[in-house]
């Protein structure tokens, strides 16, 4: 059995064209040598039975560079990373990192208590709790017909 070396790609639309640039400049590193320029964390919302749970990974940033705003029962979480300065002399053979500005937004359900609406940052992982609003039962009561 001979062993091939296997060097794992990212699936793009543009595999076939960097194929063909690669063919051509024969890259030591196997990938393409493009930036991404958009960007927006990974989030997770999760429901228990008393609020949901928003939980973004936001790596290399402080809670100081990240904001989360309610308006128009609409929650956005938005920040910033700063790129890495670049020098006339460094050359990427692959970058994979993003900067630049994201936001991401969600529509609140009406069960949401936006007044209980808390949020820590920690390790570059954001968690918002959503408490849910105490839902009045309809009361019973017996009308005396006259």
Do not use: C
Not at 20 to 30: A, L, Q, T
Not at 46 to 71: C, F, H, Q, R, W
Not at 80 to 105: I, L, N, P, W
Request: negative net charge; proline residues 5%.
């Amino acid at each position: 059995m001979t062993l091939i070396k296997w060097t794992p790609r990212p699936v793009s639309m543009f595999n076939d064209m960097d194929n063909m640039i690669d063919s051509v400049f024969n890259s030591d590193w196997g990938f393409p040598a493009r930036e991404r320029t958009n960007w927006s964390p990974a989030v997770d919302v999760m429901e228990k039975d008393d609020s949901y749970i928003i939980t973004a990974d936001i790596p290399g940033l402080t809670k100081k560079d990240v904001n989360v705003n309610i308006s128009e029962d609409v929650l956005s979480i938005s920040g910033d990373r700063s790129h890495d300065t670049d020098q006339d002399s460094d050359r990427y053979h692959y970058r994979e990192r993003s900067h630049g500005a994201f936001v991401r937004s969600f529509n609140l359900p009406e069960s949401v208590n936006e007044k209980k609406i808390t949020a820590n940052f920690n390790d570059g992982i954001l968690t918002i709790e959503l408490p849910k609003a105490e839902i009045a039962e309809p009361k019973a009561r017996q009308i005396k017909i006259n």
